[in-house]
């Protein structure tokens, strides 16, 4: 189960109500970041996250709303006592612009700090979750990134086992890598269970390489900047409207769509849940601090 954190829900500038881009997801002990933008530290600190238990942060682009958040985490983890290493990605220039931004500021980072430039095909490990980077279009150099929760592997089916007539005592030999009387552990394991995916877009327009990227996600974390009345303000700046996520997740046969960076000039964000819904039922505009939880089966 992947536990998504929705820390700020808005675009370009905060609001009263919105903070700037930043979703952070976990999965048993170790949580992802997604965007940074300024304030999110905070956010994270009224949030039932820690942010110690940061593993990764993946940057999407650098656009200020999406990173200016970042130094000033990095830092409070470190007054924090934080030691463990950590994981920092975004697009080509980010570990240039990441290095320029703490270096304007004395003091130093306390933890091992594992700076990198990805590119679209990239995998990353982010404590048991893997990361992969694909390619968006923004009209500067951007990126999504496709989160997966670990497979499971097969435990133990009593009923199999008790099919089998095995008794406890010979299931304990079973696994531990016995045959006995002709059972091995596969006779008696349940099927391998895959991990839940969840797909965050970053800023973007609609791209064939989003589509190919986030085909089969159970979720995705689309942005949505404008509502489909303003498809020709989307296609100027280089966004999508709600109307685009809903196509592409209805395309990518996802079982949830959650629309974020929406604009501030949309004071009531039901008309841009209805146009998605339209395309694609199982949509939702989450606020601030909002948590769900993403399965194989859906969310709740
Ligand atoms: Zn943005
Ligand atoms: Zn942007």
């Not at 592997?153 to 095995?166: H, S």
């Not at 002709?182 to 791209?207: E, Q």
């Not at 949830?256 to 395309?279: G, M, P, T, W």
């Amino acid at each position: 189960m992947l536990d998504v954190l929705f820390l700020g829900t808005g675009a370009s500038l905060p609001s009263r109500d919105r903070a700037l881009p930043g979703v952070a997801v976990r999965n048993g002990p170790d949580i992802v970041l997604f965007d940074c933008g300024e304030g999110t530290q905070r956010q994270i600190m009224v949030s039932p996250f820690s942010f110690m238990k940061l593993r990764a942060v993946f940057v999407t682009h650098m656009h200020g709303d999406h990173f200016y958040g970042l130094p000033g985490l990095l830092q409070t983890m470190g007054m924090m006592n934080r030691r463990e290493p950590l994981t920092v990605c975004g697009p080509e220039g980010f570990s240039a612009a990441l290095g320029t931004a703490l270096g304007l500021c004395e003091g130093e980072i306390p933890y091992e700090l594992d700076v990198r430039d990805v590119s679209p095909g990239d995998v990353v490990r982010a404590g048991r979750m893997g990361v992969s980077v694909f390619a968006t279009d923004h009209g500067i150099r951007s990126q999504g990134y496709v989160l997966r929760e670990p497979d499971s592997t097969g435990r133990v089916d009593p009923n199999k086992a008790r099919a089998l007539g095995l008794p406890s005592e010979d299931v304990r030999r079973v696994v531990g890598g016995e045959a006995v009387g002709g059972v091995s552990y596969a006779d008696i394991a349940a099927p391998d269970r895959r991990g839940a995916s969840l797909a965050y877009t970053g800023d973007t327009r609609p791209c064939v390489t989003l589509d190919e990227a986030v085909a089969g996600a159970d979720a995705i974390v689309h942005e949505s900047t404008y509502s489909a009345d303003d498809a020709d303000l989307a296609g100027r700046y280089l966004h999508s409207t709600c109307a685009d996520a809903a196509a592409a997740a209805a395309r990518a046969g996802a079982k949830a769509l959650f629309l974020v960076h929406v604009s501030n000039r949309y004071k009531d964000r039901r008309r841009l849940l209805e146009q998605a819904r339209a395309v694609f039922p199982e949509t939702y505009v989450p606020e601030d601090l909002a948590l769900y939880h993403v399965t194989r089966n859906g969310v709740r």
